[in-house]
């Protein structure tokens, strides 16, 4: 009779540190924050409540995996969230994926999440712009070229005796600094400029080579 009392009693000291345990391996995390347009406190949802997928990244092998919605959240009609979650202790990544688009913005990136804290998200969606670059070269000569890097592989290119005016989509409440280089026989002459786009408008802007 006293074994089979050890027995249970073993068996519940057990299950207790097993419990502990558990416990031990669990992250409690909350998230709140908004969404608002870059350069304001404006929520660009109009009204509407937005959607947010939780995700947590799953290994299914070595170098293989990928991020899982675990959950679907819901902003408020001002754009704000607020929501908790538990997480497991090991040392898998968090983050929000952005579901809801917002007509003139791009959509920004995933935010990683800091699980076991408090964290407090400000959501920046960038507003459209638009920039009208006039480029002028006003004293040509055979062979000229310019070259405007505006960044991700999207290059715009001048020959001779140019006079055009480029129009490109860039992010809006930012500046923006394309890399410009100029050729002239076989001579390099890099031209620095920057200037600020303000959202949901058209910026005009002039480039003279001069040379």
Same mark, same amino acid.
């Given at each position: 009779?006293?074994?089979?009392?050890?027995?249970?009693?073993?068996?519940?000291?057990?299950?207790?540190?097993?419990?502990?345990?558990?416990?031990?391996?669990?992250?409690?995390?909350?998230?709140?924050?908004?969404?608002?347009?870059?350069?304001?406190?404006?929520?660009?949802?109009?009204?509407?409540?937005?959607?947010?997928?939780?995700?947590?990244?799953?290994?299914?092998?070595?170098?293989?995996?990928?991020?899982?919605?675990?959950?679907?959240?819901?902003?408020?009609?001002?754009?704000?969230?607020?929501?908790?979650?538990?997480?497991?202790?090991?040392?898998?990544?968090? /983050?929000?994926?952005?579901? %809801?688009? !917002?007509?003139?913005? +791009?959509?920004?990136?995933?935010?990683? *999440? @800091? $699980?076991?804290?408090?964290?407090?998200?400000?959501?920046?969606?960038?507003?459209?712009?638009?920039?009208?670059?006039?480029?002028?070269?006003?004293?040509?000569?055979?062979?000229?070229?310019?070259?405007?890097?505006?960044?991700?592989?999207?290059?715009?290119?001048?020959?001779?005796?140019?006079?055009?005016?480029?129009?490109?989509?860039?992010?809006?409440?930012?500046?923006?600094?394309?890399?410009?280089?100029?050729?002239?026989?076989?001579?390099? /002459?890099?031209?620095?400029? %920057?200037? !600020?786009?303000?959202? +949901?408008?058209?910026?005009?802007?002039? *480039? @003279? $080579?001069?040379?």
């Amino acid at each position: 009779m006293k074994t089979k009392q050890y027995i249970i009693i073993g068996i519940l000291i057990f299950s207790l540190i097993a419990c502990k345990k558990d416990d031990s391996k669990i992250l409690n995390t909350s998230v709140s924050g908004k969404i608002i347009t870059l350069g304001t406190n404006n929520y660009p949802g109009n009204d509407f409540k937005s959607k947010l997928l939780l995700q947590r990244y799953e290994s299914s092998g070595i170098l293989v995996g990928g991020f899982k919605t675990i959950d679907t959240i819901s902003t408020d009609k001002n754009g704000q969230f607020s929501f908790e979650f538990k997480a497991k202790n090991d040392y898998s990544q968090h /983050r929000i994926e952005l579901f %809801s688009e !917002y007509d003139f913005h +791009f959509t920004p990136e995933p935010l990683l *999440i @800091n $699980t076991g804290k408090k964290n407090n998200l400000i959501i920046k969606y960038v507003p459209y712009a638009w920039i009208k670059l006039h480029v002028v070269n006003q004293n040509p000569s055979l062979g000229d070229e310019l070259y405007i890097n505006w960044g991700g592989g999207d290059i715009s290119r001048l020959y001779g005796p140019f006079n055009d005016t480029i129009l490109k989509l860039r992010g809006g409440n930012l500046f923006t600094s394309p890399s410009i280089s100029f050729y002239r026989n076989e001579n390099k /002459r890099d031209i620095r400029d %920057s200037f !600020y786009l303000p959202g +949901f408008d058209t910026t005009y802007h002039s *480039i @003279n $080579t001069n040379i």
